[in-house]
């Protein structure tokens, strides 16, 4: 008589191997870094912002009456209140300067200081500056391109900042418009190399100022964020939670009846993707 043999079951893959175990000091050191990921950005905002108030503050209040600062009275002092005199300070000078009596003050102001001999290339300079990068309709450094610097088949970053003027362009010849730009050093962005090249040899970006300064400082970390690639991860995930949903209330009469959590993923889906 032959025996049957039972054949034994196969092992389950997927419960084969057990789940590796995390060591303490593993959490430990997933902890920690999570908390400098957090905290660090924080803090460091917060000392630059300190800083930057505290600056303001030492330059405007001496320049303030002790008896008109609520410091006086007060057994405190009341940080941020030397900016907010000098914003408002600006301002007024802004407006100021916009009507006729302003601008006939300032124009005044302007003449006595181009008389002064050293004070008066100065502030020719500074203003040149201040009017090129802050004014509304400029084109200074608002565009980001790219150039092969510094050998062939290498492509760096760059700000473009303005076409080459006239004696620069006669020198370097007629036959190409030649434009500067600013090559930033990473990851100090406020340091680089300033130089002239043909119009042709400068690939434009459509990149924003703030997203390639942020590229700069980071060493290529931190890449530009496209707002129509968030949009569409936050339709997927509005899909697949209504997915899921559905699934759930399927069969439950009670959860069935409750759709109101159904209509609003609709309704948020089709506003996300009339976005995108």
């Known amino acids: 008589m032959r025996e049957t043999l039972t054949p034994l079951p196969e092992p389950d893959p997927a419960g084969a191997r057990p789940p590796p175990r995390v060591s303490k000091k593993s959490r430990l050191r997933t902890y920690f870094l999570t908390g400098i990921i957090v905290a660090g950005p924080l803090a460091i905002t917060i000392y630059i912002t300190w800083w930057f108030i505290s600056l303001i503050d030492g330059w405007v209040k001496p320049l303030v009456p002790a008896s008109y600062l609520p410091d006086h009275y007060l057994p405190f002092s009341i940080p941020g209140l030397g900016l907010v005199i000098a914003f408002i300070a600006v301002t007024l000078l802004g407006f100021l300067t916009a009507n006729l009596v302003g601008r006939s003050v300032v124009e005044f102001g302007e003449v006595l200081l181009a008389r002064t001999p050293v004070i008066s290339g100065l502030y020719k300079g500074l203003r040149q500056i201040f009017e090129t990068l802050f004014s509304a ?102 899909r697949s939670a209504q997915a899921g949903a559905v699934q759930a209330t399927e069969g439950d009469p009670i959860l069935e009846a409750s759709s109101h959590r159904q209509e609003q993923l609709v309704r948020t889906r089709k506003v996300v993707e009339r976005s995108i």
């Open 137 to 238: 309709n400029g084109t200074s450094f608002r565009t980001v391109g790219l150039v092969e610097f510094p050998v062939k088949g290498t492509w760096s970053v760059v700000f473009v900042s303005a076409p080459a003027g006239p004696d620069v362009q006669t020198a370097l010849g007629e036959e190409n418009d030649h434009v500067g730009v600013f090559l930033p050093c990473a990851p100090n962005p406020t340091t680089g190399f300033f130089f002239y090249l043909p119009r042709a040899d400068i690939i434009e970006v459509s990149m924003s100022i703030d997203d390639a300064a942020k590229l700069v400082m980071s060493a290529g970390v931190i890449q530009p964020e496209d707002p129509q690639v968030r949009l569409q991860a936050m339709a997927a995930s509005i």
